[in-house]
């Protein structure tokens, strides 16, 4: 049974008020991952297959080409395992 | 003048590519990379001279036990000590700031006592006082930063009073590179019988410092941010003050006896010297020599040409990140006040998609409060980017670093 975890080697979660989430792909599975989120987010603008600065639900977050991901506003943890979860399985 | 083009075949790391781009190392100030004569002492010491310290009659021990004397004097030699017994080896900088909290404030200050503190700390020199002054009841008051991110002395100089039992404050901020002017404190401080912790972290490994000039009572910093290797660190402090102290931890290495009596059914203990007392269990040996080993490289290429070929580095970096349109560098425009800190922000970018997008092309910086919030809040920023130079940066580095940042302008 594949699960969120498969595809995610780390999460960090930044301090301060306004926590940023960075979502770190592993490195064996960040192009799978990447290729799943290109699918079912729409991209709102990219910057040479660098920067790739997405919505999905109303959510905004910004995917880089070398697997890992920022994901803000959002209220926990558990929100954010939510959102990759719908993005990745 | 150093020559950073000889110094980076020294640091076998600088020859590897992240994500395709050769690597660009941005992000010295929350660890430097390592020389080889460093990753080598280690080496050599596991291989040939590895044994515990003290008290073995056996020739492993006594070659390890004279290593590990040896690292305390080159250390307190390089920042100019009386002697070793003034040198306490601690994990670093934060392990040192809290072994005066626990042996020097807990069992000296009262409910009426006062600790100073900038707002500039980081928060390893912020989180131990608050702590200790909830279970003590003494204050914690904080000397207000001006809105370059320069210390503000006025504050200083009415926060002070003969209620203050220690003054805490950065040498060089971890944010912005400012040098304090430490001796300016330290007279006031010592008018008013205050002693003055200063933390070391990024100055040490970056200016020369003689802490007899400076007359610090305590100086902390850490061995990883000096080209030695990570678990290391000092805490400096006046021998008369250190007599004084009882220990920090209890164990093994920092008795002198520890004797049953059969009648009271209770051990006396006696403490070890200086500056055994404050380095209970076994140390870290290897530690201790890696840290040697990089004070000697940095002693062979010597602190003052570390400090012009830095300033230059970051004054050509400033000059230059100035003429992208979306950056905007925080603190002072002054190069000659700083350390090689540059903190600053990216138009319509976060301090993290900063770091990733640089990241993408090989170069290391840091992002967000680098564990300095108060500071941050001060200066009204979210989060920073930082970039951070050391002996083995060069021009032509900085050169691509504001390429990339140059990209930023289209997004």
Redesign the interface.
Known sequence: MVSVKDYIARIEE???K?R?F?VIFKYDKKNEAMTKILKKAAIK?S??Q??FELTFRNISF?L???G?A?F?NLKNKDELEKVLSDLLL | MLDPYKIREDFPILKRKI?NHPLIYFDSAATSQKPKQVIEAIKEFYEKHNANVHRAVHTLSQEASELYENAHEEVAKFINADSMEEIIFVRGTTEAINLVAYAWVLPNLEREDEVLVTLMEHHSNIVPWENLSKTKGFQVKYVEVNDDGTLDYESFEDAISRKTKIVCLPHVSNVTGIINNVKRVVKIAHEYNSLVLVDGAQSVPHLPVDVKDLDVDFLAFSGHKMLGPTGIGVLYGKREILERMPPFHGGGEMIREVAFDKITRRCSISWNDLPWKFEAGTPNICGGVGLMAAIKYLKNIGMENVTVYEKTLTRYAMQHMQKCKTVKIYGPEDASVKCGIIPFGVEGL?S??VA??L??YGIMIRS??HCA?PL?EKLRL??SARASFYIYNTREEIDRFVEVLR?TE??
Do not use: M, P, W
């Open positions: 930044a301090c301060g306004e940023d960075i603008k910057v040479s660098i920067i910004r880089y080409g070398t890992k920022i803000r | 994500n976060g993290h998609d990733l997008f990241d993408s967000g409060f919030q941050h979210k989060s990209e289209q997004f």
